[in-house]
């Protein structure tokens, strides 16, 4: 397990004696904040300790205590080990915590996700409405007192499957005999519809008033998906408009809100591995890498040499796989019809076929296991690994690079469009190589090393414009860097085991809570997991990488043409899978 | 000068373009089939594929890995006289890996005295459920549930898999995973040796004091 | 003429004439039409959709079953592939889309989360299958089902449609002019199915006497 660079403790209870306390319970780290004090102790720990991103934010019920708990974990973009702080209030509604936006504006969507999930208001928020649900729905669906329809047994496996086997499917109990659930005495017929003011309202709308204050003209609202060609999936975005130039806008998603965390909480560890995979879809691997580091930290087990290995060349080779896509889709979204795509593609296919070759499937692995991975890479693939890495990407990188980045229509669509500075990029939160095209060096893999990356020789990729040019020029480096750490992953892989623990699928994992984070090609993926001992999690949180980066939106966008937004969408990378979850 | 950028890259289209021939041509000189054999589908899946990458599904097929899994199904031996023994001992191990929970096994019993019986009376398994992931086969300590290679399954109906639609002779799964296959057979009769030897060895124990 | 699908057997064509005539029924004629060029709609949900993107691109390449021209706009397609887990939040899109979309229209559901709420089944906001609202014509199992396993599914939807005959379709019968508009869910406190509003009412009646109880 590779230790952090910069071990570095900051003693928030010293500092602020009275407001913040320790927090002792066993297994957990961090300080637990006074309600009252929060807005204090967080500006001091952006500006006097140095705190200035703030990665993640989440919710916890500790119904058993009445108590409700939410937990910020902020970090350095210099690197080193990050510091918690949590904030508990009891669970009594209304149910109030001080936003923390104005300190950190990547807050934004985490925080109204919390409301959404689990009922805490953030008072002072600029836009306190339901993110992933809609507007109108009953209840808030993370509180452990609220059961889902389908709803059969606490916690998996369930009994009616075995040992009696008198399965009754979920419908049949259901008085709906479906996936629904509606509050006592409810008449359909009455019900009003949302009319989604809310969200129209938190645009700006204008309307201008000529001089003599005869001619009106009002500003146009469009509505782009949730089923639009270019949006990556089920994203919906409103947008005013004045004539072309975005005056407004506010991504509206849980299109594709699945429910992941619900399932997560219900399921064994083990058995949110393959759950896991349908995060970010394109990068199965790179997610089950960041899982089950994360089990593995709270379990403090060693993970078997070999594996160490074949984990790190299929993060990579996704990677690859991922940015090329990404070139691929961010050229067909600017109107180059499919040519990109297609050998972006064709590339695409022979890396799927390694993963399919070791995992048995294309896209959704599984492969990982904690301790190592499921089964041992054999020669054969190896040497494909080694064909494909060696001798065929970078040619066809390089030939992906002659094909359209001189172009000048292409550079004079992507450069010195939607300028993302590092200040802004870092107080939204913005991980990846989306914060690294803005010139910021963070990059988790040497930032806070994991895994073994920290054997290996590579530079962290960095551009310094921000401009959608960079954006897409930097996914090249990464590649190139990608395939530097696979070539040396490949000389040095050692034989020998492949897993340093016994195939069980019921682990137990002592209590305590962990966050975990791994470098995804998306940005920084993290897990915050809290068990109880139990053989599944209590709270299991995942921090997705393109659900943050996208509270950015709104701020590179305003001002800009709408044209360029549906390639603004293209260059954030946003995965609906991961976004939703 | 303005317009190199584009002609750069229209070069790599130009390329691209003649590749397809070149590679073409070359089969054909060379008298090698590219399409509709083996060796041909193979050179698309390699390093070197160039030219049309094409797989003209169903007319030719990719070469599924012998770890490609699609649905599980469950294996039985072929006894004598055409008996089909049910490898799964219904121990539900499967039904408590899954992690969406689409598996459910009905226990049988024996009708004269009412214990449970190691064979499944039933075995359903959700098609529309399973996510395809390979834990109940990972699991399973029988080697009795494996994942398939067949995903030709398309139907007009929602379906639900039982036990008959599920069972496959090890033949099968002999050839669809050889490697696994072999490995299985020697470790267990490996097991079957050990456990023999054992019961020799038990059995002079035994024997020995008695002399 | 070569495609075995058009022509009807056992009629005897002069071989001089074999490429130049065919002899086969109106049915034939329509279907083989319509199996051939089966626009879908540029729709993707979740995971599936990227493999059928990946069906799409050079190496599955479904242009060679006349299915490449994905259409943005359900005005101009004739199937919809729902490729992915069906929320509810996403289910009114869906169905105004499939309302919009002229008949003849096919319904493909694409792995195992449309066919049957897949491993996300449990979710509260997840419906248990499109067909509860679309009349799916084909499932493809699998999740997700590969590219290849898409092809497979697509071909059973072409041989379904060899099946179709003038005076049976739907869209030619005059009783059931509206027969395929599916009336909007309404987002409520959960989805309300409006065609089931009074067994939700009587429901949730119920269950406040219960609860008085």
Same mark, same amino acid.
């Given at each position: 397990?590779?230790?952090?660079?910069?071990?570095?403790?900051?003693?928030?209870?010293?500092?602020?004696?009275?407001?913040?306390?320790?927090?002792?319970?066993?297994?957990?780290?961090?300080?637990?904040?006074?309600?009252?004090?929060?807005?204090?102790?967080?500006?001091?720990?952006?500006?006097?300790?140095?705190?200035?991103?703030?990665?993640?934010?989440?919710?916890?019920?500790?119904?058993?205590?009445?108590?409700?708990?939410?937990?910020?974990?902020?970090?350095?973009?210099?690197?080193?080990?990050?510091?918690?702080?949590?904030?508990?209030?009891?669970?009594?509604?209304?149910?109030?915590?001080?936003?923390?936006?104005?300190?950190?504006?990547?807050?934004?969507?985490?925080?109204?996700?919390?409301?959404?999930?689990?009922?805490?208001?953030?008072?002072?928020?600029?836009?306190?409405?339901?993110?992933?649900?809609?507007?109108?729905?009953?209840?808030?669906?993370?509180?452990?007192?609220?059961?889902?329809?389908?709803?059969?047994?606490?916690?998996?496996?369930?009994?009616?499957?075995?040992?009696?086997?008198?399965?009754?499917?979920?419908?049949?109990?259901?008085?709906?005999?479906?996936?629904?659930?509606?509050?006592?005495?409810?008449?359909?017929?009455?019900?009003?519809?949302?009319?989604?003011?809310?969200?129209?309202?938190?645009?700006?709308?204008?309307?201008?008033?000529?001089?003599?204050?005869?001619?009106?003209?009002?500003?146009?609202?469009?509505?782009?998906?949730?089923?639009?060609?270019?949006?990556?999936?089920?994203?919906?975005?409103?947008?005013?408009?004045?004539?072309?130039?975005?005056?407004?806008?506010?991504?509206?998603?849980?299109?594709?809100?699945?429910?992941?965390?619900?399932?997560?909480?219900?399921?064994?560890?083990?058995?949110?591995?393959?759950?896991?995979?349908?995060?970010?879809?394109?990068?199965?691997?790179?997610?089950?890498?960041?899982?089950?580091?994360?089990?593995?930290?709270?379990?403090?087990?060693?993970?078997?040499?070999?594996?160490?290995?074949?984990?790190?060349?299929?993060?990579?080779?996704?990677?690859?796989?991922?940015?090329?896509?990404?070139?691929?889709?961010?050229?067909?979204?600017?109107?180059?019809?499919?040519?990109?795509?297609?050998?972006?593609?064709?590339?695409?296919?022979?890396?799927?076929?390694?993963?399919?070759?070791?995992?048995?499937?294309?896209?959704?692995?599984?492969?990982?296991?904690?301790?190592?991975?499921?089964?041992?890479?054999?020669?054969?693939?190896?040497?494909?690994?080694?064909?494909?890495?060696?001798?065929?990407?970078?040619?066809?990188?390089?030939?992906?690079?002659?094909?359209?980045?001189?172009?000048?229509?292409?550079?004079?669509?992507?450069?010195?469009?939607?300028?993302?500075?590092?200040?802004?990029?870092?107080?939204?939160?913005?991980?990846?190589?989306?914060?690294?095209?803005?010139?910021?060096?963070?990059?988790?893999?040497?930032?806070?090393?994991?895994?073994?990356?920290?054997?290996?020789?590579?530079?962290?990729?960095?551009?310094?414009?921000?401009?959608?040019?960079?954006?897409?020029?930097?996914?090249?480096?990464?590649?190139?860097?990608?395939?530097?750490?696979?070539?040396?992953?490949?000389?040095?892989?050692?034989?020998?085991?492949?897993?340093?623990?016994?195939?069980?699928?019921?682990?137990?994992?002592?209590?305590?809570?962990?966050?975990?984070?791994?470098?995804?090609?998306?940005?920084?993926?993290?897990?915050?997991?809290?068990?109880?001992?139990?053989?599944?999690?209590?709270?299991?949180?995942?921090?997705?990488?393109?659900?943050?980066?996208?509270?950015?939106?709104?701020?590179?966008?305003?001002?800009?043409?709408?044209?360029?937004?549906?390639?603004?969408?293209?260059?954030?990378?946003?995965?609906?899978?991961?976004?939703?979850? | 000068?303005?317009?190199?950028?584009?002609?750069?890259?229209?070069?790599?289209?130009?390329?691209?373009?003649?590749?397809?021939?070149?590679?073409?041509?070359?089969?054909?000189?060379?008298?090698?089939?590219?399409?509709?054999?083996?060796?041909?589908? #193979?050179?698309?899946?390699?390093?070197?594929?160039?030219?049309?990458?094409?797989?003209? /599904?169903?007319? @030719?097929? *990719?070469?599924? !890995?012998?770890?490609?899994?699609?649905?599980?199904?469950?294996?039985?031996?072929?006894?004598?006289?055409?008996?089909?023994?049910?490898?799964?001992?219904?121990?539900?191990?499967?039904?408590?890996?899954?992690?969406?929970?689409?598996?459910?096994?009905?226990?049988?019993?024996?009708?004269?005295?009412?214990?449970?019986?190691?064979?499944?009376?039933?075995?359903?398994?959700?098609?529309?459920?399973?996510?395809?992931?390979?834990?109940?086969?990972?699991?399973?300590?029988?080697?009795?549930? #494996?994942?398939?290679?067949?995903?030709?399954?398309?139907?007009?109906?929602?379906?639900? /898999?039982?036990? @008959?639609? *599920?069972?496959? !002779?090890?033949?099968?799964?002999?050839?669809?995973?050889?490697?696994?296959?072999?490995?299985?057979?020697?470790?267990?009769?490996?097991?079957?040796?050990?456990?023999?030897?054992?019961?020799?060895?038990?059995?002079?124990?035994?024997?020995?004091?008695?002399? | 003429?070569?495609?075995?699908?058009?022509?009807?057997?056992?009629?005897?064509?002069?071989?001089?004439?074999?490429?130049?005539?065919?002899?086969?029924?109106?049915?034939?004629?329509?279907?083989?039409?319509?199996?051939?060029?089966?626009?879908?709609?540029?729709?993707?949900?979740?995971?599936?959709?990227?493999?059928?993107?990946?069906?799409?691109?050079?190496?599955?390449?479904?242009?060679?079953?006349?299915?490449?021209?994905?259409?943005?706009?359900?005005?101009?397609?004739?199937?919809?592939?729902?490729?992915?887990?069906?929320?509810?939040?996403?289910?009114?899109?869906?169905?105004?889309?499939?309302?919009?979309?002229?008949?003849?229209?096919?319904?493909?559901?694409?792995?195992?989360?449309?066919?049957?709420?897949?491993?996300?089944?449990?979710?509260?906001?997840?419906?248990?299958?499109?067909?509860?609202?679309?009349?799916?014509?084909?499932?493809?199992?699998?999740?997700?089902?590969?590219?290849?396993?898409?092809?497979?599914?697509?071909?059973?939807?072409?041989?379904?449609?060899?099946?179709?005959?003038?005076?049976?379709?739907?869209?030619?019968?005059?009783?059931?002019?509206?027969?395929?508009?599916?009336?909007?869910?309404?987002?409520?406190?959960?989805?309300?199915?409006?065609?089931?509003?009074?067994?939700?009412?009587?429901?949730?009646?119920?269950?406040?006497?219960?609860?008085?109880?």
């Amino acid at each position: 397990m590779a230790t952090p660079i910069l071990t570095q403790t900051v003693d928030l209870a010293a500092r602020f004696p009275g407001m913040v306390t320790a927090d002792a319970r066993p297994g957990y780290t961090g300080f637990i904040v006074n309600k009252e004090n929060l807005l204090e102790v967080a500006t001091a720990v952006r500006d006097e300790f140095g705190f200035d991103l703030l990665s993640s934010l989440t919710g916890v019920d500790y119904i058993a205590e009445n108590k409700m708990e939410v937990v910020y974990h902020a970090f350095k973009t210099t690197g080193g080990s990050g510091l918690i702080f949590k904030v508990q209030v009891e669970r009594i509604d209304p149910i109030e915590i001080p936003s923390l936006t104005h300190i950190w504006h990547g807050l934004e969507f985490q925080e109204r996700e919390v409301w959404d999930l689990y009922g805490i208001k953030f008072t002072d928020h600029p836009d306190m409405r339901r993110i992933l649900m809609w507007e109108g729905f009953e209840g808030h669906p993370l509180r452990k007192d609220w059961k889902e329809a389908f709803y059969e047994e606490e916690v998996k496996p369930y009994k009616s499957r075995w040992p009696e086997g008198k399965h009754t499917f979920a419908e049949d109990k259901n008085p709906f005999h479906d996936n629904l659930n509606f509050p006592k005495d409810f008449d359909p017929e009455k019900y009003v519809v949302d009319k989604e003011e809310d969200l129209y309202a938190s645009l700006e709308r204008h309307t201008m008033k000529d001089e003599a204050g005869k001619m009106k003209t009002d500003s146009v609202v469009v509505n782009l998906g949730p089923h639009h060609p270019s949006t990556h999936g089920v994203l919906r975005v409103a947008v005013t408009l004045n004539g072309e130039t975005v005056m407004g806008l506010k991504p509206v998603m849980g299109y594709l809100h699945r429910n992941h965390e619900k399932i997560g909480e219900r399921s064994t560890f083990t058995q949110i591995i393959p759950y896991t995979d349908r995060l970010d879809y394109f990068n199965s691997m790179s997610n089950n890498f960041g899982y089950v580091t994360t089990v593995e930290k709270m379990m403090n087990i060693q993970v078997a040499e070999r594996a160490e290995y074949i984990r790190v060349i299929m993060a990579e080779l996704s990677r690859v796989q991922n940015h090329l896509v990404f070139i691929g889709m961010l050229l067909n979204d600017l109107g180059t019809m499919f040519t990109p795509a297609l050998y972006a593609f064709e590339e695409r296919e022979l890396i799927v076929d390694i993963f399919e070759a070791v995992s048995g499937s294309r896209m959704m692995c599984n492969y990982y296991r904690f301790g190592g991975v499921v089964r041992d890479v054999s020669d054969e693939i190896l040497q494909k690994i080694k064909d494909l890495v060696f001798d065929r990407l970078p040619a066809k990188t390089d030939e992906m690079e002659r094909l359209l980045n001189e172009n000048e229509v292409l550079v004079g669509r992507l450069k010195g469009t939607h300028v993302l500075s590092a200040e802004d990029a870092i107080n939204f939160s913005v991980t990846g190589p989306v914060l690294r095209a803005s010139g910021v060096p963070y990059d988790l893999r040497r930032a806070d090393p994991y895994s073994i990356y920290d054997r290996f020789d590579f530079d962290v990729a960095v551009r310094h414009n921000g401009d959608m040019m960079d954006n897409y020029l930097i996914r090249f480096d990464e590649i190139r860097q990608s395939l530097r750490i696979l070539e040396q992953a490949l000389k040095q892989i050692p034989q020998g085991p492949i897993n340093s623990q016994k195939p069980n699928y019921q682990i137990k994992v002592p209590a305590g809570e962990a966050y975990g984070r791994i470098e995804s090609p998306k940005g920084e993926l993290g897990f915050y997991i809290i068990s109880t001992g139990k053989g599944n999690p209590y709270r299991y949180h995942v921090r997705a990488p393109s659900f943050v980066n996208l509270t950015a939106i709104e701020k590179i966008c305003i001002g800009t043409k709408i044209q360029d937004f549906v390639a603004l969408l293209a260059m954030l990378d946003i995965v609906m899978g991961e976004l939703d979850r | 000068m303005y317009g190199k950028g584009i002609l750069k890259g229209l070069s790599v289209t130009w390329k691209r373009f003649w590749d397809t021939y070149i590679d073409d041509i070359s089969w054909a000189v060379s008298g090698r089939k590219r399409y509709h054999s083996e060796e041909g589908v #193979k050179h698309r899946s390699s390093k070197n594929t160039k030219g049309i990458f094409t797989v003209q /599904y169903p007319e @030719e097929q *990719l070469i599924v !890995p012998e770890e490609f899994r699609f649905l599980p199904f469950l294996v039985y031996d072929e006894g004598a006289d055409g008996k089909k023994e049910v490898r799964c001992t219904s121990c539900g191990i499967c039904a408590k890996a899954c992690p969406p929970q689409c598996i459910w096994i009905v226990r049988s019993s024996d009708p004269v005295t009412g214990k449970p019986v190691a064979t499944p009376a039933d075995f359903y398994i959700d098609a529309d459920i399973c996510m395809n992931c390979g834990f109940c086969a990972e699991y399973c300590p029988f080697d009795a549930i #494996k994942m398939d290679h067949d995903f030709d399954i398309a139907s007009t109906k929602r379906s639900v /898999y039982n036990l @008959e639609r *599920l069972l496959k !002779p090890a033949s099968y799964y002999a050839e669809i995973r050889p490697l696994n296959y072999t490995m299985e057979e020697e470790a267990r009769k490996a097991k079957e040796a050990a456990k023999a030897a054992k019961a020799q060895a038990a059995a002079a124990a035994t024997a020995t004091p008695a002399a | 003429m070569e495609n075995e699908k058009l022509s009807l057997p056992n009629y005897n064509i002069p071989e001089e004439l074999e490429n130049v005539v065919a002899i086969t029924t109106l049915d034939r004629l329509y279907n083989w039409g319509r199996r051939s060029s089966l626009w879908p709609l540029t729709f993707g949900l979740a995971c599936c959709a990227i493999e059928m993107i990946a069906a799409q691109m050079a190496r599955y390449d479904m242009a060679r079953f006349g299915m490449e021209v994905m259409r943005p706009t359900p005005r101009q397609a004739d199937m919809i592939l729902v490729s992915g887990t069906v929320t509810k939040k996403m289910l009114p899109a869906i169905i105004r889309l499939y309302n919009q979309m002229p008949e003849p229209k096919y319904v493909v559901a694409m792995g195992a989360c449309a066919s049957g709420g897949g491993p996300f089944k449990e979710g509260y906001n997840v419906v248990a299958g499109i067909d509860k609202f679309l009349p799916v014509d084909v499932y493809i199992p699998g999740c997700p089902p590969t590219p290849q396993a898409l092809i497979a599914g697509l071909i059973k939807l072409q041989e379904r449609i060899d099946k179709d005959s003038l005076k049976k379709v739907r869209w030619y019968n005059k009783e059931k002019k509206d027969g395929n508009y599916v009336p909007m869910p309404i987002l409520g406190p959960d989805l309300i199915d409006v065609r089931r509003n009074a067994e939700i009412r009587d429901a949730a009646a119920t269950k406040a006497t219960q609860e008085s109880a």
